[in-house]
Each structure stands twice: as C-alpha cells, then as structure tokens.
C-alpha cells in the first residue's frame, strides 16, 4: 500500500502544532514515492534539504509515524535540476536515464567527474572495474583515507554506474550511520526481519564511513551477518572507511578479517597538477570563469584536501556574485586568508627522525632509546609519545611508523590509542604534547 496518504495525513497533523517559520520549509518539500517502508522526497535545492532537516525533520518524523501506526524512514533528496543551480538561460540537457524511484544515490559523483592523480589512480580504476563486473573479483572492497579526499565520490560512482548500466540491479547506497539508525529502529518497533530482507536483497550495497561503527558492537554484528549473506550469494560490497580497518580500535577481529579480506583502495591528497585540474572541472561545472592566477594560487596554497579547494572556489564564487566583481588575485588572497594558514609540518616533510630527536630531548633521553627494547617508564612514555605525535604529524601508516620504533603495528596503535585517550584527562600530557609539537614545527622551518 502506498505510504502517500500517510504522509499527507502527516503534514495535516503538523500544519496546526508546528511554527510556521519552520512549516514553511515544508512547501519545499515534494513526495516523490515510497518503497516498503521508507517514503521518499525530493527537494530542489541543498537549502531546502537542510532546512528541512533542521526544523521539520523530527516533527514530521514523529507524526508520520503516528499516522502509519509504526516506523516508516523519511528519505529526502536533492534532485536532479537543482544540482545544476545554473543560469535559465541554459538549455537542459535531456536526461539519460530517469532517476529509479529507490536510488538513493547522488547523481552528481560520476567517474567522468572524479579526476584522479598518480596516487589515486589505481584505487580509481579498481573502482571503475567493479562498477563494470560488480561481484566479480574485487568483493569486498574498502576504499579509505582521509576527510574531503573523494571516498564518497567515488563510493557513488560506482552505484551510480551500476544503476545506469545494469537497472535491474538493486544497489542500496547507506552511510553506516544511517545503517546504524535503521537498525535500531527496526530493533525498536520489532522489523528486524525487514531490516534483514531490506539489505540482503542488494545485488551491490555501499556502506559509506564505517568508522562510525566504532564501538557499536551490536551493529557491528548485525553487519557482519549482512555481509556473510551477500558475500556468499557473490553479491558486490563496498565499504569507506577513514582510516585503514586494522587502525579501528574498537571493531571486532572478525569484522576487520572480512573487510580485510578483500581489495583496500587508499585515497590521498591530490598533487598540485590534480588540484588545478580539479579546479577547473568545477569551474566548468559552477559554469565560471576564473583567472589561471587565481586557480594557481588555490592550487598552491588549499593542499589539505579536494573539499576544501571546492570551498575556497564557493567562497569566491559567492563573493564575485554578490559584489557583482571579477575574482583578482588580491581579492582571492584576502577572502581566502582565514583558510589559507602556514605550511602545516607534514608539508614540509618532518622525518620521524626529526620528531624522535625533539622527544629524545625533552624527556632528557638518547633519540636510540625510542627504538629500544627498554621498559623503562620515562622511556615508554617517551616513546608513546613520540609514536602518537609521528602519526599525527607525518604521513606514514602505523606500520611504517611500527619499522622504525621495531613495533608491529598493533602495538603502534595502541600507544597512540592510550596517549588519546590519556590527553584527556591528563593535563600535563596535553600541554608536554602542544610543546613538543611546537618545537618539531618550529624546528623544520
Ligand atoms: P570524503 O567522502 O572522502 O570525505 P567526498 O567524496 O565527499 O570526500 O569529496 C569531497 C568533495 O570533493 C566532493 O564534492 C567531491 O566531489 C570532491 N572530490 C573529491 N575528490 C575528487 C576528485 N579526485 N576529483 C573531483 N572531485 C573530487
Ligand atoms: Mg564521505
């Protein structure tokens, strides 16, 4: 049965009890289906979306479900028009496919839109070959890295490839939060047989940031049953992850093992040349035009990662718009200096050599103790430190870090786990840190 009647018994109910400044987001708001017991909507625009989300969402929530008699998903989406907020004067191009009723993919992360570099390029034609013969030999696959550096881009790629080329296939695309969510709802109003027939009815399921499943054991558990059912139907997986899954510390064994089991895609920063070259994909997209001195000085000075170049080019943009200007470089360098900060250490590249010396001689030891078999406390606490501050200032993995203290890397990760955890609650910790990290900083300058 169609959950529409619900949903406008819903918004009747919430006409009369909710603040009209945040009914009004309401208006924006268009039923586009439903599919078992998640009704889907779409929107025009990401102010719409969030808007919704803050004001109405929980509201709306409550009373949907107080109309159906039991817990139906709200999904809403952005759709396809608004994702090119772009001039009228621009003819549309006809769509190739039209959007399937249950896709909950963005249509905007496509391969042709995702510029790899060097270092990117295997994990993007690894990504692209499993979205060609999914299930095949890649399963499962895990792509990881750090913040803005695309794993969601790419993550959906591969969905939406799938859906454009094989429409029979189902693809679920969830992040693992959501996931979470559902899951605990399903527990709550006793679905969890649906829960079950909802995710193991995947030809491909896209879980995006697992390590948000960190510590949450029960759905840990419930995923690793999930997974086994699809694996061993040869249905396709993939996962993102911010971190490689051996550095999750509070996964289970057997859940790392499966990830693990399969292909591990990494994801870095993007060189200077993919970075300019990224900039002008979206000033194409954004249908801008931006002086190459300005890109350059972007490309430059943005190295942390590909959300943060998109967000310097939108600060830009927005201001160009509003004062009606074009975009110089002196106005690019003013509006970006609260983003654009000194060369952070890792940029410069600090050895671990040079952090175990500053270390080694603030704790009034010898940098060769670090690397030592001695337990002797001052030492270990010398050397955990040392460890925590190489993997949060340098680029190296917890096993290359383990290579030089002569540690395997389980051992690595607990003792930046204990110095977390420890700089908590220990003041004194906290500030020895801040002044070692100083020092290394200033040092390499
Ligand atoms: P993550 O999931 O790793 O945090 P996202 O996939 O959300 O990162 O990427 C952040 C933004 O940067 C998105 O708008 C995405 O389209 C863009 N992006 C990331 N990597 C690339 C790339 N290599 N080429 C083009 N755009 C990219
Ligand atoms: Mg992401």
Known sequence: MSLEK??????????????????????????????????????????????????????????????????????????????????????????????KKNSYLNKNYTFDNFIPCENTMFAYNAAKAIAINPGSSYNPCLIYGGVGLGKTHLLESIGNYIEEKSPDKTVIYVTAETFTNDYINSLAGKKIVDFRIKYRKADVLLIDDIHFLDEKISTQEELFHTFNDLYESGHQIIFTCDRPVSELPNFTDRLKSRFTRGLNLSLTAPDYETRVAILKRKCEEKKTRIYDSVINYIAENVKTNVRDLEGSLTTLIAYANLLQTDITLD?????????????????????????????????????????????????????????????????????????????DHSTITHSIDNIEKEKKTNAELAASLDTIETKIRSKSR
């Open 6 to 99: 619900y949903w406008n018994d819903a918004l009747k109910k919430v006409s009369t009890t909710m603040d009209a400044g945040k009914a009004m987001w309401l208006d924006f708001i268009n039923y586009t289906g439903d599919d078992g017991d998640v009704v889907l909507l779409s929107c025009d625009a990401e102010m719409y979306k969030e808007n919704f989300e803050n004001n109405c969402r929980s509201t709306v929530q409550k009373a949907l479900d107080d109309c159906a008699g039991r817990h139906i998903e709200i999904i809403l989406s952005i759709s396809e028009e608004e994702e090119n907020p772009e001039p009228v004067n621009v003819k549309k191009q006809p769509k190739v496919q039209p959007r």
């Open 331 to 407: 106005i690019a360098k003013d509006q970006l200096k609260h983003l654009i900060t000194a060369p952070t250490a890792s940029e410069q590249d600090i050895s671990i050599v040079d952090i175990t010396k500053v270390v080694a001689s603030y704790y009034n030891i010898e940098p060769t103790q670090l690397r030592s078999k001695s337990r002797t406390a001052i030492i270990k606490d010398a050397r955990n430190v040392a460890i925590y501050l190489s993997r949060k200032i340098t680029q190296y993995s917890t096993t290359e870090i383990g290579n030089f203290f002569n540690r």
